[in-house]
Structures are given as structure tokens and as C-alpha cells.
């Protein structure tokens, strides 16, 4: 960053000025002073000549007006940009608001408290409210239209700054004791801010300002500090937030009495007066910081006592308030940016983004690129490719060097552990350096890579493409350098504060002026050099032999890197500071082409030097990209045009450059002098320029000769027009071919018609499909394909615009067997469209395709009716093995259903069987159990139905085609199948059932019944843990006073292995105290005698009452074969076991 002053407006009578603001939208400055002085200026923006943009145009004042109004001394301007308005006040307490009308400012309202003096006013960011603080503690905050919101005296304080938050919702009071309070915007009291810049501070102190920026411009970076807090001792602290117990310190080191914000936020200027210890006086100073407290720069001003300062609203001026002067100093910031194969890259901050915005903006296309960085610390430029440096994480460490192509593609990312405060960049190497070390890395970009460096890139480290090297090593150039990243831990004396590279040599400039040449590629230490400055930019000419110095106050220094000299005791040494030294210098350029010759911005000039002798000073035009040619280009160009091409062919001759002899030739092709135009080609060695000279002299025709010369220079219009006027309408199509300008191409192809025009014609309509689709265009594309019969692209833009029926349209057009079906069936499979993705599978005969597209689709009945259609056998291994992918993820009931679909019906049972029995041990609700067993025995009963119909299918003899190999396979299985699921599946169902049953009665007081049901649960141990079987048994026959058979159900708990000592003991008790008032045994006998016999000639039992069934007419379930009661399924719409229908 560079400062410098640049202009001076002395104010009338000497009158001393206290304060200045100036407006950042309008650019109106207001200063105010003794004895009422309230002026407000204007600086020209805009001149007649337009070549002057920026900095570049005079400062000449276009308003000078007074303001009428005070009487005392002026103390406080302050700017409300939104409603225009100027809020002044004085020390007598008087308030006046000023507008704008008509090219003037009047007074608009005013406002006398007559008790105490305003020592601070601010508007929010809004321009709604402003805060008006009196020295005696009186706050008033008001709207814009003067109506006052709310008024509050601080008692016991006296107020001397006050400052608003982004948001409106804090207000900052600043104290003249140095305090600084958080209240909210209704007036309450907060808290103390806790002040870390003023530890270990004595004696008496005061603010000498509070600036919260607002992120209006946005931040240059996410979290960034914005309220910075200044005390006349010089002490600083910058803030994220009003509650910071980390904030950023500084020591200025001088007497501070202003401090502000530039527009983005990213340079707060501190104004002060500094000792120095050579004078007596004190010295006017500003110093620059970034949000984070590193030092930027620091300008000198004259005169006697500096009072305020004020930035303009772009960042590139700012107003200092010294003594009874105005003076102006002009700011080149250090902008992000580079240029790289006609891209101009740059960066900036959004209000409404975290992050920077690149663009690359192709200057000779006019088309742009954006990009969004975080934290971007740094852009470098070189050939065709960019560097964006940039931190990898807020919360990591780690830098990232990007390496782009010219529109903002990245091509290779590299993570590095050093900040990359410099960076250099050439064409093989990028060089990235933190004050202690330097990192090297030679970079690869994919178009210059062979197969063998692809399959070698992943040990690109280990080659030693990357190495890194402290400051203080003394490299030898061997590979000794190592990607060693504690060597960039360990400090140095003497910091690194500037490097720059070419391809065959690395400069690194230190703090102490010591400058150090290395070697590349291998990294070798070759000499140092001793400077008396310290270095802010470096810069190598295009042979290494020169090397540029720009230092920290702006002073252009030149350095000859391999002149041997005798110092002053007569020793020999290498390199030589040239005597050319110039003052104010911000940047400089080398040619690429000439060592001699470079460019340098002083102040708002730029001047062109050839060996240390400058041209004359040149202004860049209002273009933002100027392509300069310099004094012998545009003498010998003159030369031409007035004289001719002999004699400009002699002063060329005498100032030979590649440069002149192909403006020479160029000269030469327009008059056709062949001769001259070869031999001018042949002196800057141009080779296909020689072959187009050699190809001109083969042609008859002179008109002919000048249309090809007209297309040589790119005038492509008028060589079209000569082709047509020749009726040579096929050299003016092949004109545009060579450009690829197809929709001119199709314009032409329609004027006539020829032999060739039909493929050519087809090749235009498929070229402008192209030119759509490249660009997204999907609509415009089709149209065109349709005519080119490009049935290729047609797939993909269909696919791009999701118009599957045009996509359907298309496959089914196409013939059997096509190369695009099956491209077109994967389409279908990627959007989920199974029917049509099978349809093209089977049109292009690929039948496996079609069911793994099933498969992959969940489709698995098609899959497996597939699978038959086409005699394959692999089905059952491929859902066997999609089931095992489901049940390692914990979806079993997926599975089933996956084996259910398929008609795999055994190995659904077996996984609802097992989920059943994990149900039943878990002790979850009874009914859920059954449910999930009358699932699986539904399975088995339709496995059976399965098994039978295969078998069906056998006697009735069609055996080759009805039996697929999914029938051998069930086949099989049926032979080995001999499990308990299978020969009775309805026993967990039945078990279940009359548990719930038996319950079910009990409650509603049918006992006996109960008893019944629960005396069949005898059977089902293996499935119901016998103590919840007993104990119900034991419950019911109490309930019916069958104590008999409650008697046997306490002697099998009290028996029960599964028990601890403790709960027999309890059934024991129980039973003791049960027995001892009844008897056990039985009273009504004759009912439960079958029941309890048991046996094997068992009467079936009704799944509706639980009892058994002596009638001869019963009702049987179709599905699970389980009998009811005649004279009870009346009262059943359903099956109670299986809950099929009985209808």
C-alpha cells in the first residue's frame, strides 16, 4: 500500500480547523472550526478529457461554500449519506441540521439545549436515528425528521464519544475518564467494555476514538474485527464485537487524536503527532493498520497540530484536518489481482457475501468468469495460469496454493503449512514464503504431462516437486531440500519481506536489506547482496540480470545482479546499486522481451524507460487494459504511412526488433509487395507467416490475393464479400469454416446448392446443435441435431431436458441392434424408468442387462419373469445375495419382501419365523407375535400352493418349457425340506392365539371356557415359556375352580428349572396358602376328562371358543384348515387364526 500527499486547500484568516467528515456517498467534505467556521467542498470527479479517470484527475474544487449558522467553535460534522443531510454542533450546545437544495446547503432545523456541549453525535447505519451525547451525560437519540425518540441523563458520567452497531441494536459510550459502557438502543445499561489494550497503563487517559464499521461494502473475511477503539496514548484495540475478550492490539506509539475505517473496512487510519528524536517538534502522522493489527504504512504530514481525518467514499483519498489547511493524500491500495493469457483476474469483497469475489474477465472475448474464495489471502500471475493463495480452514492452520487455467478452472490444489505472505510464480515454479522460509513447488498442468508423468504425479513428493528452506539454510542446489515443515516453525533475526523469481533465478529480500540469489531449479544459494533499504517489491528483467527495487517509503532503486565492482577498501565484489533512483514510485513492470526497457507508476503518471532514460510520461486512457506501444513502433508506424516502405524499411534496419519487422511485413501485405513482406518475415522469424508470403506468390489472381491478404488480417468481412464477388462462394464457405462461424456457414450453404452441400449442410446443423448444447441451450440444440440427424446428441439433450417421452420416441426409432440402445437404456435407469430401460435392453439383445437393470430397480418380479422368458439361472444367486446385503444392514423386513416379490416364498417364512421367534423372546405384546406368526405361516401355505402347481405342471407333461430354472430350484428345496416351519406352520399362530384367547375370556368372565383354552397351551412349551403357560393355567382353573388341575399347574412351576430359588419359593407359598382352604381336586369332571387326557385320537378344537369339537358340522378355514363351531362362525366375518376372509 502507498501513500502521498497530493493536494492542499488553505482555509481564510487562518482559522484553525477542529473537525472534518467527509460524505463517502455524494463526496461533499464538511469542515469545521474557531470562531463558527462551517465550510463544505466538493473535489471535481469528472473532466472534460477523458482520458483522466481516478486518481489521475485534478483536484479541483467544484463546491467552496460557507455555512452561516454558529457563532462558537465548530467541534462536531457529521454525514447522514442515505437522507443527504449535514448534522453540525459547536461548543456553545448549538445543533443544526443542513440540506441540500438546489446545489446549495440550508439550514433545516436546530436545536439548543443550552445546558452542556455536544461532544459526539452518529447516525446508524440505517440513516433512521441519530445519538447525540452532551459532555454532562445527556443522551438524546432522534429520528431523521427531528422527533425525538428517547432522552436520558447518565448520572455521575461525563460523555465524550458515542457509536452505533451494525445492527442498531448497541449504542458505545465513551467517558472522559477513558471507560467505555454497552448500553442497548432503548437507553439500558449493559455492561463495562473490558479494555485489554490499556493493561498496565498509568496516569491520566482519554478516548481519542471509537469507529464501528458496518460491513456495508461486506468484510474481507468471515468474523473479521470492526470496532476499533483508539486512546490518545496511542494504545488501540480492534473488536469482532462489542463483547470481544480477545480483540486485536496495537501500540502506535504516538499521540492519537482521530481514528476511521476506509469504506470495505480492510485499512484503519490513525492520526497523531509522533516524537522524533532528530527534532524538536513533534511530527504530524498517520499510520495505516488492517483489521488484524498488521502494519500498512505510515505518511508524514506537515504543519503544527493535526485535528481530524476523514476518508473518501472509495478508499483512494483521505482528508487530514492540519492546523488551518486541508490537505489531501491520495492511497494506492495493494488490490488482489494479476494477469494471465489476455484475463485480467481480480478480487473483491460483496456486502451480501462472506467471501471474495474473483473474477476473470477475458479481455479480448469481453466474457466473465466468478469465482467465490474464503479467505483469500493473495492472486499471482504467470503465462497462462494463476495462483489464488488462500487459508484452507478459519480453524486450521493450513494455506492452500490454487493453481487455475484462465477462466477460474482449478487444476492442482497444494496444502501447505507456512503463511504465504509472498508469493512468486513462473512458468515452471511457484514459490510461496512466510517471514522465516520459503516453499518451492514445480508445478504440472495436465495438457504437458505424458502417460508416464500420470502414473508418477501420485509420488510427485517424493520426487522432490515440492521442498521447503529456511531463510537462514545456505541450500547447495543438490536435493537437499525436503517438504520439512518444522524447519518454518524456527524463528529468524532477520524476516523475509519480499521475494520474486524468474525461471532461472529465485531473489529473496530481507528486513535488514540483505537481498539473496538463489539458483532454480534446483534450489542453490548463489550470492548475497547488502542494500540500505528495506525491500516492499521486487522485480527480475526478462534475463535475470537486473533487478528492480521498490522499498517501504516508495523509493525505486535498480540492482545489477553480475557487475563486478571494487568497493571503498579495494576489494572486488558482485553487483552494483545503479545511480537511477527515483521517489513515489507504487509499481513498475519489465518487457518480456527486452531487458532494457520497463514501465513505472509515479504517483498518478506512468513512464517508460529504455536504459535508465525515461520517454516521455504517459496517461493511461480511460480503457482499464491499454495496449501501449512504445516510441520506436509508433516512429517507424509513422514512417510508413507518410513515407514508404523503402525507407522505413532502412530506419527499421538501423533499430532492428521482431517487433518492427512484423509491422514492416504486415505494411508490405497490404501493398502487396511480396518481396518485402517475406524478407521482413524472414528477420522476425515467422515462419507461418513466410509459407502464407509463399502461397500468395502461387496465386493468378490479384483480387484473389487481397481477399486472402484481407482474411490474413482478420478483416473477415470483407474477404467474404471479395470470395462471393469472385463467385467463389466455396472459399467464402471455407473461410468460415476455418472460424467455425456455422450459422454464417448455413446462411451460405442456403444461398446455392451443390453436390457437397447436403453433408455440409449436415455438418452445420450438427456443428450449431453443438454450439447450444455447449452453452445449455438443450431446446435450440434439438432443433438443430433433429436436422443433422444426430441421433447421439438428440439422446443426451433429451436426457438434459427430461423429456423421457422424447427419449422413449427416440429408442423405439431406432433399429434393432443400434450402438445408442443401450446408452439410451441406461438413461432410463438412471431416472428410475424400469419398463422403458428394459425395452431398450431387449431391443439391443442384452437380456442380462434388462434383469440386472430389475435388480438394480427393486423390480424383481419382471426380473424374475425375465430370467424365465430367457432361460437364465443366475436369478437366485442375485437375490440371495441382495437379500444378505439387506439382513448385514438390519433390513430383514426388506428382505422378506424382496423374497416375498420374487415368489421365493420358503426363504421369506424362514426370516419372518426368526423374526417371530427374536419377537416372541423379547416379551413383546402376545397379539404382535401371533400376527408376525400367521405372516409366516401365510408364506408356507403359499410355498405349498408353489410346490404343488410346479408338480402340476410335471404330470401334464411340459416339462421343457413350463419348468424354468426357478421351478428346479423350488424342486429342491421341497426334496430337502424337512424343518418344523414347514410340516406345521401354524403352530406359533395356534400357541399365540389361545394364550391370547385364554386371557381374553378370563377377563370377561367366561372361566370355565378359559380353563379349556388354557389347558391346550399344554403343547406349546417349545414356543411359550412354560411359566407364563402354567401360570395362566393355574389362574384360570382357580378362577374356575378346578383345583384339581391348578394343583398340577403349581407342582410343574414349583419344578420349573428356569426359576430362581426365590420365585419358587413364592409359588410355593402361594400354593400353601391356596390348598389350605381348598381341596385339590376337580368338581365337574366329565368336560375336561378329553382334555386332560390328552392323546393321540385329540378332537379338533375350535381357534373361536378353544373348545373341543364333538359335532360332526364344523366350518374349516380355506387358508390355515382350522376348524370353528358351526354355530359360532356366524358371529365371524373373518378367520380368528389367520384373519382370511370366511366368505
Known amino acids: 500500500m502507498f501513500f502521498y500527499l497530493s493536494k492542499k486547500v488553505a482555509i481564510p484568516d487562518n482559522v484553525k480547523l477542529k473537525c472534518v467528515s467527509w460524505n463517502k456517498d455524494q463526496g461533499f467534505i464538511a469542515c469545521g472550526g474557531e470562531d463558527g467556521l462551517l465550510k463544505v467542498l466538493k473535489l471535481e470527479t469528472q473532466t472534460d478529457d477523458a482520458k483522466l479517470r481516478g486518481l489521475a484527475v485534478p483536484s479541483n474544487l467544484s463546491m467552496n461554500q460557507n455555512l452561516e449558522g454558529h457563532s462558537g467553535s465548530v467541534q462536531v460534522v457529521t454525514w447522514n449519506e442515505q437522507y443527504q443531510k449535514l448534522t453540525t454542533s459547536d461548543q456553545n450546545g448549538l445543533i443544526i441540521v443542513w440540506m441540500l437544495y438546489k446545489g446549495s446547503w440550508y439550514e433545516e432545523m436546530i436545536n439548543n439545549r443550552n445546558k452542556s456541549v455536544v461532544r459526539s453525535m452518529s447516525w446508524n447505519a440505517d440513516g433512521q436515528k441519530i445519538c447525540i451525547v452532551y459532555e454532562d451525560g445527556a443522551v438524546i437519540v432522534g429520528s431523521v425528521d427531528g422527533n425525538r425518540i428517547w432522552g436520558k441523563d447518565l448520572k455521575g458520567v461525563q460523555l465524550c464519544h458515542v457509536a452505533w452497531s451494525a445492527d442498531s441494536k448497541i449504542l458505545l459510550f465513551g467517558m472522559t475518564s477513558g471507560e467505555i459502557h454497552i448500553y442497548d438502543n432503548q437507553g439500558n445499561f449493559i455492561m463495562k467494555m473490558k479494555l485489554n489494550c490499556l493493561v498496565n497503563v498509568t496516569g491520566a487517559i482519554s478516548i481519542a476514538g471509537i469507529h464501528w464499521y458496518h460491513g456495508t461494502e461486506g468484510y474481507v473475511e468471515p468474523d473479521c474485527p470492526c470496532l476499533a477503539i483508539c486512546f490518545d496514548n496511542g494504545r488501540c484495540q480492534i473488536m469482532r464485537h462489542e463483547n470481544d475478550q480477545n480483540p486485536v492490539l496495537i501500540d502506535t506509539g504516538m499521540f492519537v487524536v482521530s481514528i476511521q475505517w476506509n469504506h470495505t473496512g480492510s485499512v484503519l487510519a490513525v492520526a497523531g503527532s509522533q516524537k522524533v528524536v532528530t527534532q524538536d517538534k513533534d511530527v504530524n502522522t498517520v499510520q495505516f493498520y488492517t483489521p488484524f493489527g498488521e502494519h500498512l504504512g505510515t505518511l508524514k504530514v506537515p504543519g503544527k497540530q493535526m485535528s481530524a481525518l476523514s476518508w473518501e467514499g472509495g478508499g483512494l483519498k483521505i482528508a487530514l484536518a492540519v492546523d488551518s489547511f486541508i490537505y489531501f493524500a491520495n492511497i494506492r491500495p495493494d488490490y488482489k489481482w494479476g494477469y494471465c493469457s489476455n484475463t485480467v483476474v481480480y478480487a473483491y469483497t460483496r456486502p451480501d457475501r462472506p467471501e471474495y469475489c474473483v473474477i476473470f474477465w477475458d479481455t479480448k472475448n469481453n466474457e466473465k468468469y466468478v469465482k467465490y474464495v474464503k479467505s483469500l489471502i493473495s492472486i499471482t500471475t504467470c503465462g497462462d495460469f494463476c495462483i489464488l493463495a488462500t487459508k484452507a480452514d478459519e480453524n486450521h492452520p493450513q494455506f492452500v496454493l490454487v493453481l487455475c487455467n484462465s477462466i477460474g478452472t482449478p487444476l492442482d490444489p497444494k496444502y501447505i503449512d507456512i503463511v504465504p505472505l509472498f508469493v512468486a510464480m513462473t512458468k515452471t515454479h511457484v514459490i510461496a514464503a512466510s517471514k522465516e522460509a520459503f516453499y518451492t513447488w514445480q508445478y504440472r498442468v495436465a495438457k504437458k504431462l505424458t502417460a508416464l508423468e500420470i502414473n508418477q504425479i501420485t509420488r510427485s513428493r517424493k520426487e522432490g516437486r515440492e521442498r521447503i528452506y529456511h531463510v537462514d539454510d545456505t541450500p547447495s542446489g543438490s536435493v537437499d531440500g525436503v517438504l520439512d515443515y518444522s524447519k518454518a516453525i524456527q524463528g529468524t533475526r532477520d524476516p523475509i519481506c519480499a521475494i520474486t523469481a524468474s525461471d532461472k533465478t529465485l531473489i529473496v529480500g530481507r528486513e535488514s536489506g540483505t537481498i539473496q540469489r538463489y539458483s532454480l531449479p534446483n534450489v542453490g544459494l548463489i550470492q548475497k547482496y547488502s542494500l540500505n533499504c528495506r525491500s516492499y517489491q521486487l522485480s527480475l528483467n526478462c534475463n535475470s540480470s537486473r533487478l528492480a527495487i521498490i522499498d517501504i517509503s516508495g523509493v525505486l532503486t535498480f540492482f545489477d545482479l553480475d557487475t563486478r565492482v571494487t568497493d571503498s577498501t579495494g576489494q572486488q565484489v558482485i553487483g552494483e546499486l545503479l545511480k537511477l533512483e527515483r521517489k513515489d514510485v507504487w509499481d513498475m513492470k519489465w518487457a518480456k522481451d527486452n531487458p532494457d526497457l520497463f514501465a513505472m507508476m509515479e504517483k498518478t503518471r506512468m513512464y517508460v524507460f529504455r536504459n535508465l532514460d525515461p520517454e516521455n510520461p504517459e496517461h493511461p486512457n480511460k480503457d482499464y487494459i491499454i495496449n501501449f506501444e512504445i516510441?520506436?513502433?509508433?516512429?517507424?508506424?509513422?514512417?510508413?504511412?507518410?513515407?514508404?516502405?523503402?525507407?522505413?524499411?532502412?530506419?527499421?534496419?538501423?533499430?532492428?526488433?521482431?517487433?518492427?519487422?512484423?509491422?514492416?511485413?504486415?505494411?508490405?501485405?497490404?501493398?502487396?509487395?511480396?518481396?518485402?513482406?517475406?524478407?521482413?518475415?524472414?528477420?522476425?522469424?515467422?515462419?507461418?507467416?513466410?509459407?502464407?508470403?509463399?502461397?500468395?506468390?502461387?496465386?493468378?489472381?490479384?483480387?484473389?490475393?487481397?481477399?486472402?491478404?484481407?482474411?490474413?488480417?482478420?478483416?473477415?468481412?470483407?474477404?467474404?464479400?471479395?470470395?462471393?464477388?469472385?463467385?467463389?462462394?466455396?472459399?467464402?464457405?471455407?473461410?468460415?469454416?476455418?472460424?467455425?462461424?456455422?450459422?454464417?456457414?448455413?446462411?451460405?450453404?442456403?444461398?446455392?446448392?451443390?453436390?457437397?452441400?447436403?453433408?455440409?449442410?449436415?455438418?452445420?446443423?450438427?456443428?450449431?446443435?453443438?454450439?447450444?448444447?455447449?452453452?445449455?441451450?438443450?431446446?435450440?440444440?434439438?432443433?438443430?441435431?433433429?436436422?443433422?440427424?444426430?441421433?447421439?446428441?438428440?439422446?443426451?439433450?433429451?436426457?438434459?431436458?427430461?423429456d423421457y417421452e422424447g427419449l422413449e420416441n427416440l429408442a423405439s426409432s431406432l433399429p434393432e441392434n443400434h450402438k445408442l440402445l443401450p446408452e439410451i437404456a441406461q438413461m432410463f435407469v438412471r431416472v428410475g424408468m424400469c419398463e422403458q430401460a428394459v425395452t431398450a435392453f431387449l431391443k439391443c439383445n442384452q437380456p442380462k442387462a434388462a434383469v440386472d437393470t430389475c435388480v438394480h430397480l427393486n423390480q424383481w418380479n419382471k426380473a424374475v419373469e425375465l430370467a424365465k422368458n430367457h432361460s437364465m439361472k443366475e436369478i437366485g444367486s442375485l437375490l440371495a445375495r441382495y437379500a444378505s446385503h439387506l439382513l448385514e444392514k438390519n433390513k430383514t423386513l426388506d428382505a422378506i419382501e424382496l423374497y416375498r416379490k420374487a415368489n421365493y416364498f420358503h426363504d421369506a417364512a424362514k426370516l419372518m419365523f426368526k423374526i417371530a421367534d427374536e419377537e416372541a423372546k423379547k416379551r413383546t405384546k402376545p397379539l404382535r407375535v401371533?400376527?408376525?406368526?400367521?405372516?409366516?405361516?401365510?408364506?408356507?401355505?403359499?410355498?405349498?400352493?408353489?410346490?404343488?402347481?410346479?408338480?402340476?405342471g410335471k404330470v401334464k407333461g411340459k416339462s421343457s418349457e413350463a419348468t424354468s430354472a426357478l421351478a428346479g430350484l423350488l424342486e429342491e428345496e421341497v426334496l430337502s425340506t424337512t424343518s418344523r416351519f414347514t410340516d406345521n406352520a401354524w403352530r406359533g399362530a395356534e400357541a399365540y392365539h389361545f394364550f391370547t384367547l385364554a386371557q381374553r375370556q378370563l377377563y370377561e368372565g367366561y372361566v370355565d371356557t378359559a380353563l379349556k383354552t388354557a389347558l391346550h397351551l399344554r403343547d406349546y412349551e417349545d414356543i411359550i415359556p412354560a411359566v407364563e403357560i402354567y401360570s395362566l393355567l393355574a389362574l384360570c382353573a382357580c378362577a374356575s375352580r378346578a383345583f384339581g388341575t391348578c394343583s398340577k399347574a403349581f407342582i410343574k412351576l414349583e419344578s420349573l428349572e428356569t426359576l430362581s430359588s426365590e420365585q419358587k419359593q413364592q409359588y410355593e407359598d402361594l400354593a400353601l396358602e391356596i390348598f389350605t382352604k381348598h381341596t385339590p381336586k376337580d368338581n365337574r369332571k366329565s368336560e375336561l376328562d378329553s382334555l386332560l387326557e390328552g392323546g393321540e385320537g385329540k378332537l379338533p378344537t375350535c381357534v373361536a371358543t378353544g373348545s373341543p369339537i364333538t359335532e360332526y358340522q364344523f366350518w374349516v378355514c380355506s387358508v390355515c384348515k382350522h376348524c370353528v363351531l358351526a354355530q359360532e362362525i356366524s358371529n365371524y366375518n373373518f378367520c380368528p387364526l389367520c384373519h382370511s376372509s370366511v366368505g
Open 631 to 802: 516510441r520506436s513502433l509508433r516512429d517507424s508506424r509513422a514512417l510508413i504511412e507518410k513515407v514508404g516502405i523503402e525507407d522505413a524499411s532502412q530506419f527499421i534496419e538501423d533499430n532492428p526488433h521482431p517487433r518492427l519487422w512484423r509491422l514492416l511485413a504486415e505494411a508490405a501485405l497490404q501493398k502487396l509487395d511480396l518481396h518485402t513482406a517475406e524478407q521482413a518475415f524472414v528477420r522476425c522469424k515467422d515462419y507461418q507467416g513466410i509459407k502464407f508470403v509463399k502461397r500468395l506468390g502461387n496465386l493468378q489472381s490479384e483480387s484473389m490475393k487481397q481477399a486472402e491478404v484481407a482474411a490474413y488480417f482478420s478483416r473477415f468481412e470483407e474477404a467474404e464479400r471479395m470470395y462471393l464477388d469472385m463467385d467463389r462462394r466455396d472459399l467464402a464457405i471455407g473461410l468460415r469454416l476455418k472460424l467455425g462461424d456455422w450459422f454464417r456457414v448455413l446462411q451460405l450453404l442456403k444461398t446455392g446448392s451443390g453436390d457437397a452441400d447436403d453433408s455440409l449442410l449436415e455438418q452445420a446443423h450438427n456443428a450449431i446443435g453443438d454450439y447450444f448444447a455447449d452453452r445449455q441451450k438443450w431446446l435450440n440444440a434439438v432443433q438443430y441435431y433433429v436436422q443433422g440427424r444426430n441421433q447421439e446428441r438428440l439422446a443426451e439433450c433429451y436426457y438434459m431436458l427430461e
Open 930 to 952: 401371533k400376527k408376525l406368526y400367521v405372516l409366516s405361516a401365510l408364506l408356507i401355505e403359499q410355498y405349498h400352493e408353489q410346490v404343488r402347481n410346479a408338480q402340476r
